[in-house]
């Protein structure tokens, strides 16, 4: 059981370390989208790659003409609650196993 609890914890961690990075990137993500940054940055660029294939998805599924995307607010709720449900669960059956 020690050996589970450990697993369990420590991918528990990983993957509220991974979400808060999503999350993260698409903060910086829709700060850059208020100052129009150049394109060919790497750093943008990389960020923009990260971002926009959930962005994406999400726009997909939100009415057109609001006038403000709101798809970097959806995604950064919906990974909010991914940690809290998933990630903060495996931790605490990780504790319970011990």
């Given at each position: ?10 991918v528990?961690?990983?993957?509220v370390?991974v ?13 850059m ?8 940055n ?8 990260v971002?926009?294939p959930?962005?994406?998805v ?16 959806i995604?950064?709720?919906i990974?909010?609650?991914?940690r ?10 990780g504790?319970q196993?011990?």
């Amino acid at each position: 059981m020690f050996v589970l609890s450990n697993l369990l914890e420590g991918v528990g961690n990983l993957l509220v370390l991974v979400l808060n990075l999503y999350m993260l990137a698409i903060f910086i993500y829709a700060v850059m989208s208020w100052v129009s940054p150049n394109p060919y940055n790497p750093f943008v660029r990389f960020i923009t790659n990260v971002s926009e294939p959930v962005l994406g998805v999400i726009r997909g599924f939100l009415p057109r003409g609001l006038g403000i995307d709101l798809s970097p607010l959806i995604a950064i709720g919906i990974i909010y609650l991914t940690r809290k449900v998933v990630a903060e669960s495996l931790l605490q059956m990780g504790r319970q196993l011990q």
